[in-house]
């Protein structure tokens, strides 16, 4: 079992950039995958990243292809999502997830270990 927090959320402007932190508990964080997920307020949650297990697993939803980096520091139990040239349209709550396996990763289901979320709010 692992436990997720996430840090790093807050308000930027649009063009602005913001790093996410996702921290795990325990000494296996190193065998999870990890996802991020985002919720705006009246919108489904949907995918936003994942590392895989390896760098060629590495995945990013359209909409932020380009503009956010996720990357991992396995000594530190921490998965980062680096997010630049933010538009309004990223403004939600934004959720790492950690899954034990998944033979896509993108989607939520597939994620057994959720963290509480860190809100994003990016300013036009």
């Known amino acids: 079992q692992v436990q997720l927090v996430e840090s790093g959320g807050g308000l930027v402007q649009a063009g602005g950039s913001l790093r996410l932190s996702c921290t795990g508990s325990g000494p296996t964080f190193s065998n999870y995958a990890i996802g991020w997920f985002r919720q705006a307020p009246g919108k489904e949650q949907e995918f936003v990243a994942t590392?895989?297990?390896?760098?060629?697993?590495?995945h990013y939803a359209d909409s932020v292809k380009g503009r956010f980096t996720i990357s991992r520091d396995n000594a530190k139990n921490t998965v980062y999502l680096q997010m630049s040239s933010l538009h309004p349209e990223d403004t939600a709550v934004y959720y790492c997830?950690?899954?034990?396996?998944?033979?896509?990763?993108?989607?939520?289901?597939?994620?057994?270990?959720w963290g509480q979320g860190t809100q994003v709010t990016v300013s036009s």
């Open positions: 590392d895989g297990w390896s760098s060629i697993s590495t």
């Open positions: 997830a950690a899954a034990v396996s998944g033979a896509s990763l993108l989607w939520a289901y597939e994620y057994d270990y």
